[in-house]
């Protein structure tokens, strides 16, 4: 029989719901390793790296711009962030500008604007410094393309996508929605690492969640974009644009450069997905949107040169539709010491999927202490 104090766990995911789920997994003496299919840690809290054509080095938060916090055991979390240097508060000016009227709006209203948080010295950086913690062992560039209970063996099997055993363990922790279903995998014809068919409960739980798509599209520009009096815009009455943020403007970010990034709506993503019928958009595609979006900018009237870096990127599932453990805010099978989390459990954000990997966390220390006791 197994003992349970000696349980290893594998968190499939290192975005922020998998990196707080590693990290407290391993501060209560759980041994975890943790795998991403990505080069590095973040998910959707990344930040990427590009050559402009003249050799500049350009950072950009190409995925969730910022944070805001709610619940106060997030806070606390935060704020140690905060003390250890990962986090910071941004504190600049955001609003709204109307296409329709071609105006900012709002522009003196928030008074007391929600405290906005960012990563440093990029959004990615609390998860770099979670999955570096004692007692995390992090496996980067390692998808993991099967999952499988051996109920003989009473533990979990991983397996790569070249066939490589991944290591058994006791228990396992899946961070993203995609390991169970994805309409980008079936299309491609490629099996989800978990087989769902064994497990109907779940798959009634998480069936209905679809994908909501975006596109981002990074720019750079030699000189302050002097004629935005804010640095974060949501706009109105526009079909391709959703919202622009500064990014040199955070803290801790290089200011060689003026760069923003363009968020574009959820309808202009599914007409481009629409367009490339669920196949990864091709380079001329994604020009194609980073010209729009860029036009886009240009047509609020403001004075926007020609940026000297454009580029997109296409998040296939940037939002879950919807959640499903509100409450419980993690899915739990405890015979087999299985925990599903993420924000589609809690809540569309980053504050939902930070809830979600703690609630994943305390499942397995819950589990010790009731067998220690
Ligand atoms: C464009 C955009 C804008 C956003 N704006 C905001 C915002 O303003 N404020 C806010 O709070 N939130 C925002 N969000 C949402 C926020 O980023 C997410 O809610 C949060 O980061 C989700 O974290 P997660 O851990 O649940 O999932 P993810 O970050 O998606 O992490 C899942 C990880 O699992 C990995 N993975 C999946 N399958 C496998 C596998 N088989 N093997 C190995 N690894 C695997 C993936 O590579 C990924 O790293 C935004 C998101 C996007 C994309």
């Known amino acids: 029989m197994m003992s349970i104090k000696a349980i290893k766990v594998a968190v499939i995911g290192c975005g922020i719901s998998g990196a707080v789920c590693a990290s407290t997994?391993?501060?209560?003496?759980?041994?975890?390793?943790?795998?991403?299919?990505?080069?590095?840690?973040?998910?959707?809290?990344?930040?990427?790296?590009?050559?402009?054509?003249?050799?500049?080095?350009?950072?950009?938060?190409?995925?969730?711009p910022y944070f805001t916090v709610s619940n106060h055991e997030v806070l606390g979390l935060v704020q140690e962030w905060e003390s250890s240097g990962i986090v910071a508060p941004w504190n600049e000016k955001f609003g709204s500008f109307d296409f329709s009227s071609k105006k900012f709006l709002n522009l003196e209203e928030e008074e007391a604007p929600t405290q906005k948080y960012v990563g440093v010295p990029g959004m990615n950086s609390i998860c770099h410094a979670l999955s570096a913690e004692p007692g995390v062992t992090s496996r980067f560039a390692q998808s993991v393309a099967r999952v499988e209970w051996l109920a003989s063996e009473d533990s979990w099997s991983l397996?790569?996508?070249?066939?490589?055993?991944?290591?058994?363990?006791?228990?396992?922790?899946?961070?993203?929605?995609?390991?169970?279903?994805?309409?980008?995998?079936?299309?491609?014809?490629?099996?989800?690492?978990f087989d769902l068919s064994m497990e109907p409960e779940l798959a009634s739980q998480l069936k209905d969640i679809t994908d909501?798509?975006?596109?981002?599209?990074?720019?750079?520009?030699?000189?302050p974009l002097t004629s935005i009096p804010i640095k974060g815009i949501s706009f109105k009455n526009s079909e391709i644009l959703s919202s622009a943020y500064c990014d040199s403007s955070k803290p801790w970010r290089s200011d060689s450069s003026e760069m923003w990034v363009l968020h574009s709506t959820v309808k202009y993503a599914e007409d481009i997905i629409v367009q490339c019928g669920l196949r990864r958009p091709s380079i001329a595609m994604l020009s194609k949107v980073a010209e729009e979006l860029l036009q886009e900018l240009q047509r609020t009237g403001l004075h926007i040169p020609r940026p000297f870096f454009l580029k997109a990127h296409g998040w296939g599932s940037a939002f879950p539709s919807k959640t499903t453990a509100a409450q419980e805010k993690c899915l739990w099978n405890g015979n087999k010491r299985q925990a599903i989390c993420g924000d589609f459990c809690v809540s569309l954000n980053v504050e939902g999927a930070i809830l979600s990997g703690l609630a994943a966390a305390s499942k397995f220390t819950e589990l010790i202490s009731s067998n220690n006791s």
């Open 212 to 223: 909501i798509s975006c596109y981002t599209v990074m720019l750079a520009f030699e000189q």
């Open 25 to 64: 997994l391993a501060k209560n003496g759980i041994s975890v390793t943790v795998f991403d299919s990505g080069r590095g840690p973040g998910g959707r809290m990344s930040q990427r790296r590009e050559i402009a054509e003249d050799g500049r080095e350009l950072l950009f938060d190409h995925g969730a």
């Open 159 to 193: 397996t790569g996508i070249n066939g490589e055993d991944l290591g058994q363990f006791e228990g396992v922790v899946a961070c993203d929605r995609n390991c169970f279903f994805s309409r980008f995998a079936n299309a491609a014809g490629s099996p989800t690492p």
